[in-house]
């Protein structure tokens, strides 16, 4: 006889089957190195962009003043947005992929480089007609 035909034959209660293990939840601590090199490589192109805005904020600003033209409000919305962009875009992707592996956390940055790339250069287009 085994152990639990043996418990159940002397009247007593047989043992409780093993649990199987619950996954580990995926996450910002489950990223791992890999990961976070990916994070860290999308980074520097998010912040080619980043650097860009900054760059027309205070080039506009300066050049506005430099010859005393008020900047509107339109300029001020533009410039402002071409500067966010970059970083609102980066956090979304870095939300998104915080549960996917790191070969789909990576079209996920794309993506996003994509957008925040047509996006820039939409702003660019409009201040020009502007």
Do not use: C, Q
């Not at 085994?2 to 995926?26: L, M």
């Not at 071409?82 to 998104?96: C, E, K, N, R, S």
């Not at 592996?101 to 993506?111: D, K, T």
Request: aromatic letters at 12%; charged letters at 10%.
């Amino acid at each position: 006889m085994t152990d639990a035909t043996a418990s159940v034959a002397s009247g007593s209660t047989p043992p409780n089957p093993p649990t199987p293990a619950k996954p580990a939840k995926r996450g910002f601590r489950t990223f791992g190195r890999a990961g976070w090199a990916v994070a860290v490589v999308f980074a520097f192109l998010y912040a080619y962009h980043l650097w860009g805005g900054i760059a027309n904020l205070v080039g506009v600003v300066t050049t506005f003043s430099s010859f005393g033209v008020a900047v509107s409000a339109e300029i001020w919305t533009l410039v402002i947005v071409y500067a966010v962009v970059p970083i609102l875009v980066y956090a979304i992707a870095l939300v998104v992929g915080r549960t996917l592996s790191n070969g789909a956390r990576a079209v996920v940055f794309a993506v996003g480089f994509a957008v925040v790339s047509v996006v820039s250069l939409d702003i660019l287009v409009i201040a020009s007609a502007a």
